[in-house]
């Protein structure tokens, strides 16, 4: 069955810091990847997206991330971290029944300190 | 930009209810989710809707229906509330014509059945 694993559920940093948040996927083809940010009181917004090429995408507010076939990995980065960048982040994988079916992993709350 | 706009951003029912959450975008999209966001869990798919009076289930769509009569509105529907239904409920449409378009996410409703 396709998952989607984020083994840290909070993470704090300073601002300034460089930020790395895992994501590790359970499926069979080729998947499609995303990374949404929620932040507080707010809906999901799309960071950036994978489905096939360059294995290194870049998204908005400075984040990127890269996709690692062989660790079945998707990590989130970011070279420094700004005070507005605390939220919760999801990390997703299209699922079986096409592109309807985004199966979620539970979440990275990050927090950053000044 | 895309806008999807759920009616409200707070919901307080009691057991037995019948509830209704109203969701509309205004970028003519075919397809629109409901999701529920758990602590821990992330976001499960309740129900999606394909076309208007389409409609797929989700991963967890027990105690929960749907409506899509206009194309810009979906409606979650909890026929008889009950405590465990108390959660935050994300609505999201996408286009469907590229495989690969993002989901655009409403800021959620915060229902609490006492």
């Known amino acids: 069955a396709q998952s989607v694993t984020q083994p840290d559920i909070h993470i704090t940093v300073s601002e300034g810091a460089s930020l790395e948040l895992r994501c590790n996927y359970s499926?069979?083809?080729?998947?499609?990847l995303f990374w949404y940010v929620q932040s507080p009181g707010q809906g999901l917004q799309l960071l950036l997206k994978y489905f096939s090429g360059d294995t290194l995408v870049q998204g908005i507010k400075g984040f990127e991330a890269e996709f690692k076939r062989s660790q079945s990995s998707f990590n989130l980065r970011k070279p420094s971290v700004h005070w507005s960048d605390a939220a919760e982040y999801f990390c997703a994988v299209r699922g079986v029944g096409g592109y309807n079916k985004l199966i979620f992993g539970a979440g990275t709350r990050l927090a950053v300190h000044p | 930009d895309v806008k999807v706009t759920q009616s409200s951003r707070y919901l307080v029912k009691r057991t037995g209810e019948k509830v209704f959450l109203e969701c509309v975008q205004d970028m003519d999209h075919e397809n629109m989710f409901w999701y529920r966001q758990d602590p821990g869990l992330g976001l499960r798919l309740i129900y999606f809707?394909?076309?208007?009076?389409?409609?797929e289930k989700g991963d967890i769509p027990e105690g929960y229906s749907v409506s899509r009569e206009k194309k810009e509105r979906f409606s979650l529907i909890l026929e008889s509330a009950s405590t465990n239904q108390t959660s935050m409920y994300l609505c999201?449409?996408?286009?469907?014509?590229?495989?690969?378009?993002?989901?655009?996410f409403g800021n959620g409703t915060r229902l609490t059945v006492t």
């Open positions: 499926y069979g083809a080729t998947p499609y």
């Open positions: 809707s394909y076309d208007v009076k389409m409609k």
């Open positions: 999201a449409s996408r286009s469907g014509g590229l495989d690969n378009s993002p989901l655009h």
